[in-house]
């Protein structure tokens, strides 16, 4: 049986009463609703994010860089509850104009410096500590496979998990075309790590930070229910190879607990200060 139909209006208005899991907090207006400062500790880095696919960019990337021995990447990261609403108080608004995590704040020159996007991020924290991005000839490549996961975040996210996981009802339509994408996707990661050890070539950088929290959840079962079997990812054994190895890294191991607020509580780190944090977690 087909879908029923929607025929829009001349002029769309607001509905909350239609907007599914996250009725609660979407508007189509922006900047803060409360007034509400943001915590800071003491190190040059203040992340403010939550350990979602894009929060856990930003939280392995500094962990690789104090992995790597960049000391100066130490950073305080804080949770951001975006179910509670929390990334519309003032102080996020004022890090993060577009109330989305992850959000940084660089305090490390003589003005603080925002920084929001998580490819922004990515990029800002590669070049300041010269890191994880090439400066010879496989620099073109490797942002080209950074930008490429940027663009294809939200028919993985907005697109194929907002209609197979949170929508309120299952239409055929939207699940089968962002179903379609994201098999397309995981086909043009998987033929491209059939020649190469990693996105970029063959050396780990920003672009496999970037790619490996929305890939991998697809690998291991983690993500949107059964979606793993209903995409039938094991077909991209590539893949599944390089999000294994990825997954393997220490800095990952502790990157993708930091600011992860479910699950057991050994595998929760709600703030991280310093790397005493980690003791007692299960990696």
């Known amino acids: 049986m087909a879908d029923p139909t929607y025929t829009p209006p001349e002029v769309w208005t607001h509905d909350a009463e239609n907007g599914g899991k996250f009725a609660n907090i979407n508007r189509p207006t922006a900047g803060a609703r409360e007034e509400k400062e943001l915590p800071t500790g003491e190190h040059d880095f203040q992340l403010y994010s939550l350990a979602t696919p894009n929060g856990v960019k930003a939280t392995v990337m500094l962990e690789e860089l104090l992995e790597a021995g960049h000391s100066g990447a130490e950073y305080d990261a804080y949770t951001i509850n975006i179910g509670d609403?929390?990334?519309?108080?003032?102080?996020?608004?004022?890090?993060?104009?577009?109330?989305?995590?992850?959000?940084?704040?660089?305090?490390?020159?003589?003005?603080?410096?925002?920084?929001?996007?998580?490819?922004?991020?990515?990029?800002?924290?590669?070049?300041?500590?010269?890191?994880?991005?090439?400066?010879?000839?496989?620099?073109?490549?490797?942002?080209?496979?950074?930008?490429?996961?940027?663009?294809?975040a939200p028919f993985i996210g907005g697109g194929f998990g907002h209609f197979y996981a949170y929508a309120p009802e299952k239409y055929?339509?939207?699940?089968?075309?962002?179903?379609?994408?994201?098999?397309?996707?995981?086909?043009?990661?998987?033929?491209?790590?059939?020649?190469?050890?990693?996105?970029?070539?063959?050396?780990?950088?920003?672009?496999?930070?970037?790619?490996?929290?929305?890939?991998?959840?697809?690998?291991?079962?983690?993500?949107?229910?059964?979606?793993?079997?209903?995409?039938s990812i094991d077909e991209y054994e590539n893949v599944g190879r390089w999000a294994k190895q990825i997954a393997a890294r220490p800095a990952v191991k502790r990157g993708r607990i930091v600011n992860k607020a479910w699950g057991d509580e050994e595998t929760q780190l709600l703030e991280r200060h310093s790397a005493a944090d980690f003791e007692g977690k299960r990696l």
């Not at 996007?117 to 000839?137: D, V």
């Open 172 to 231: 055929e339509y939207p699940i089968n075309r962002y179903a379609m994408e994201v098999k397309r996707l995981f086909d043009v990661a998987d033929q491209r790590l059939a020649k190469t050890e990693y996105l970029g070539g063959d050396d780990y950088t920003v672009a496999d930070i970037a790619a490996w929290p929305w890939l991998a959840p697809f690998v291991e079962g983690t993500i949107y229910g059964e979606a793993r079997k209903f995409l």
């Open 85 to 152: 609403g929390v990334q519309f108080t003032s102080g996020f608004v004022d890090v993060n104009p577009n109330s989305k995590i992850p959000a940084l704040l660089d305090r490390s020159g003589e003005t603080p410096v925002r920084i929001f996007e998580s490819g922004a991020i990515l990029l800002h924290l590669a070049e300041k500590f010269g890191a994880f991005l090439p400066t010879n000839h496989t620099r073109a490549e490797v942002l080209s496979w950074l930008f490429w996961q940027i663009g294809s």
